[in-house]
Antibody
Framework: QVQLQESGPGLVKPSETLSLTCAVS?????????WGWIRQPPGKGLEWVGT???????YYNPSLKSRVTMSVDTSKNQFSLKLSSVTAADTAVYYC????????WGQGTLVTVSS | QAGLTQPPSVSKDLRQTATLTCTGN????????AAWLQQHQGHPPKLLSY???NRPSGISERFSASRSGNTASLTITGLQFEDEADYYC???????????FGGGTKLTVL
């Protein structure tokens, strides 16, 4: 069974960089598929953040592209998200998921941007 | 970023049938079809169907998806109280090279 687990700080100060990691178990990232991040502001809908292939090709939400960096560490079977210059608008539950079918999701982690 | 269009809310009686819609364009829904996700409050989304009517293992046959042109639909038969949730559609947009989501439909079972 494929499982994903997000980890990272739950509180980030404005203008700083949000960093999250998604650990994958039950499947080797290097074997294929796409992996990525989706976020959900409190009380709102789902927003795609970005997707990356196991080989490192990346696709980012155009509205976030200038601030987003995704990377993969196949040796640890995990992938990461960095979102720079955060504001309160970036406060959300961040989910990692296996793309392209969105068939496996992490439980999500709430990241609050506040001083 | 252009998104997909879903009605904000749908209400149906217990044991009735609900059909949720999701409208996109020829670059997303009309191209590769849509995925449907169910989300209960406080939980991560759960995949119900991908690329129109492929159900993951363990998903009830009460959930079926289809597509006509640029509109995808999710039909839920024999509604149960447990089906009360938010439903999202999503598709890959080949023109934007981006994943797009609908705003979600809140399904209420009366």
């Amino acid at each position: 069974q494929v499982q994903l687990q997000e980890s990272g700080p739950g509180l980030v100060k404005p203008s700083e960089t949000l960093s999250l990691t998604c650990a994958v178990s039950g499947y080797s990232i290097s074997s294929g598929y796409y992996w990525g991040w989706i976020r959900q502001p409190p009380g709102k809908g789902l927003e795609w953040v970005g997707t990356m292939s196991h080989s490192g090709s990346t696709y980012y939400n155009p509205s976030l592209k200038s601030r987003v960096t995704m990377s993969v560490d196949t040796s640890k079977n995990q992938f990461s998200l960095k979102l720079s210059s955060v504001t309160a608008a970036d406060t959300a539950v961040y989910y990692c998921a296996r793309h392209a079918e969105l068939d496996y999701w992490g439980q999500g982690t709430l990241v609050t941007v506040s001083s | 970023q252009a998104g997909l269009t879903q009605p904000p809310s749908v209400s149906k009686d217990l044991r009735q049938t609900a059909t949720l819609t999701c409208t996109g364009n020829s670059n997303n829904v009309g191209n590769q079809g849509a995925a449907w996700l169910q989300q209960h409050q406080g939980h991560p989304p759960k995949l119900l169907s991908y690329r129109n009517n492929n159900r993951p293992s363990g998903i009830s046959e009460r959930f079926s998806a289809s597509r006509s042109g640029n509109t995808a639909s999710l039909t839920i038969t024999g509604l149960q109280f447990e089906d009360e949730a938010d439903y999202y559609c999503s598709a890959w947009d080949s023109s934007l090279s981006a994943r797009v989501f609908g705003g979600g439909t809140k399904l209420t079972v009366l």
